[in-house]
């Protein structure tokens, strides 16, 4: 089977090229990817290289496959896994495989450490180790882009169950967030501090009962409010508040009065900027827990934090960075019963548009870039669609039905476009 990959070779040396797939064993799997997400993880990795902690030494001999953001349909199954998967299933894959014998040892994850298994594909080979460790996921939801974007929302899902809170006189850990507390989401309404706010209103077990999102740039307060409405929070429960920081002279303040003057029971911070990291540490309420989500590059990247309040007002500091195979299940079990992503969602593009829209991620704006790996298309906005089909009718057409989903993509715009590519 011949497959046609985005391959990293090493620093900013990501290619595209057409190679022979090796046949199938008895415990691996063939797939057909249909979609992928690119994810700034991928921009780090590809412009890192083997300085990567999840690329293999040995890359540019071996190069691997990015994109780990990806959904499709299984082709063939080999004899171990037959009666637990069959062909035309559609699938999603949980990344973090924690595998110790992996390429890399237990870093080890698709999209950064497999020859034969990575997003940006139009087919793979699934090793017997991401099927033992339970990470091959069937999803029978509609479309494929959902399953896509399960894995990003995964890593939101995961932040919010990986919060903690003390028991008064003891030391037992409350994990999650607060429910019914005040939760703040700072630089909040990029694609993934738009996944928190998507799950925190929608998700059923426990919910804030006020959430300020703040940011610096109005356009996109302005867009995340209209995706996402104070009223459709209100209705359920939650008061919703999108600020500009920028535009007020004492953020902290203000902020903290819209806490009742206590502060913030779970802050999280979306950006790796260290004001924002300090503002956080200053709305922490007693007992508040401050979750750091956005990975930096730099790995002297330092913010100050009042160790005063650490020790007598319990406050905490977390990290996490991607869901596990728990939290993408519930991912997945929310879009199958109808938990919309595409709010998240800016671009589209084919598999000719993946090297050069991973290396320039940073600096192409909106949300996330979803890419068809069975198709050539530029990395194009939605937004763009209706200009470009005055000239090409597949633009027109999607610019309709994307019109008809108040601008957002749709499963009914994904099937138009697979159509298309044949």
């Not at 037959?82 to 040892?105: C, R, T």
């Not at 020859?115 to 509609?142: F, H, K, Q, S, W």
């Not at 300020?212 to 429960?237: F, M």
Request: with cysteine; glycine share 10%.
């Amino acid at each position: 089977m011949k497959t046609k990959a985005v391959r990293l070779y090493g620093k900013k040396d990501l290619r595209i090229e057409e190679f022979e797939l090796p046949a199938i064993g008895p415990d691996e799997i063939l797939a057909r990817v249909v979609s992928d997400s690119l994810c700034m993880s991928s921009y780090k990795a590809s412009v890192q290289g083997t300085d990567h902690k999840r690329i293999p030494d040995d890359v540019a001999e071996n190069p691997i496959i990015v994109g780990h953001e990806f959904a499709g349909d299984i082709v063939e199954v080999g004899e171990k896994w037959k009666d637990h998967f069959k062909a035309g299933d559609k699938f999603a894959i949980q990344p973090a495989l924690n595998y110790e014998d992996g390429p890399v040892g237990i870093l080890s994850a698709p999209g950064y450490s497999y020859r034969y298994l990575g997003g940006d594909a139009t087919y793979v080979v699934i090793p017997n180790e991401v099927m033992e460790l339970g990470c091959l996921l069937t999803y029978n939801g509609p479309g494929f882009f959902p399953a896509s974007m399960a894995e990003p929302l995964s890593c939101v899902i995961g932040a919010m169950h990986a919060n903690y809170h003390i028991k008064p006189g003891s030391y037992v850990h409350d994990m999650e967030i607060v429910d019914g507390g005040k939760l703040a989401i700072l630089a909040g309404v990029g694609p993934m501090g738009l996944a928190a706010i998507n799950y925190a209103i929608h998700r059923e077990d426990r919910k804030p009962s006020l959430m300020v999102v703040t940011d610096i740039d109005q356009v996109r307060l302005d867009r995340a409010a209209h995706l996402y409405s104070p009223e459709l929070a209100k209705s359920k429960g939650i008061d919703l508040r999108y600020i500009n920081t920028s535009a007020l002279n004492d953020p902290i303040d203000h902020l903290k009065e819209l806490s009742g003057g206590e502060g913030f029971n779970d802050v999280f911070v979306f950006a790796p900027v260290a004001p924002v990291i300090e503002q956080a540490d200053q709305l922490l309420a007693f007992d508040g827990c401050l979750n750091f989500f956005a990975g930096p590059s730099d790995p002297n990247f330092s913010a100050r934090m009042n160790f005063y309040n650490v020790h007598y007002a319990f406050t905490h500091i977390v990290g996490t960075s991607g869901g596990n195979t728990d939290d993408i299940k519930e991912s997945l079990e929310m879009m199958e019963k109808g938990l919309d992503p595409s709010g998240l969602i800016t671009h589209i593009g084919g598999l000719n548009a993946v090297p050069e829209a991973t290396l320039d991620l940073p600096n192409i704006p909106g949300g996330k870039k979803l890419i068809y790996t069975h198709m050539e298309m530029p990395l194009t906005a939605i937004s763009d669609f209706r200009e470009l089909g005055k000239k090409h009718p597949m633009y027109s057409d999607l610019a309709d039905i994307c019109d008809r989903n108040d601008g957002l993509w749709s499963v009914e715009a994904e099937d138009l476009l697979l159509k298309y590519c044949g």
